[in-house]
Nanobody, 118 residues
Framework: QVQLVESGGGLVQPGGSLRLSCAAS????????MNWYHQAPGKQRESVASITIGCTSNYVDSVKGRFTISRDNAKSTMYLQMNSLKPEDTGVYYC????????????WGQGTQVTVSA
């Protein structure tokens, strides 16, 4: 089992920055593919960034150049540095952990609210 706890959300003005954290406990964090998901009000949850076991990252086009995903395996924590925030970045951000070996496992955090507004 993996428990995921997000933190770092809040209210920020357009153009501002936030750093989200996802703290993991209960299993071997370094063996998990990690994602950050964004759920805007009234919309489906979508992955905005991912980071592999080998620290290869990938981003959805809408956040490229603005968001940076990272992980610290020693601290069992993943981060999302969010810069140049826009109102459309508003929503709940969730972290997700998955592994396929030895069996498929899939865990979600409870989410943290980000509101970008003047």
């Amino acid at each position: 089992q993996v428990q995921l706890v997000e933190s770092g959300g809040g209210l920020v003005q357009p153009g501002g920055s936030l750093r989200l954290s996802c703290a993991a406990s209960g299993s071997t964090f370094c063996m998990y593919l990690m994602n950050w998901y964004h759920q805007a009000p009234g919309k489906q949850r979508e992955s905005v960034a991912s980071i592999t076991i080998g620290c290869t990252s990938n981003y959805v086009d809408s956040v490229k150049g603005r968001f940076t995903i990272s992980r610290d395996n020693a601290k069992s924590t993943m981060y999302l540095q969010m810069n140049s925030l826009k109102p459309e970045d508003t929503g709940v951000y969730y972290c997700r952990a998955r592994r396929w070996v030895p069996t498929y496992s899939d865990f979600w955090g409870q989410g943290t609210q980000v509101t970008v507004s003047a």
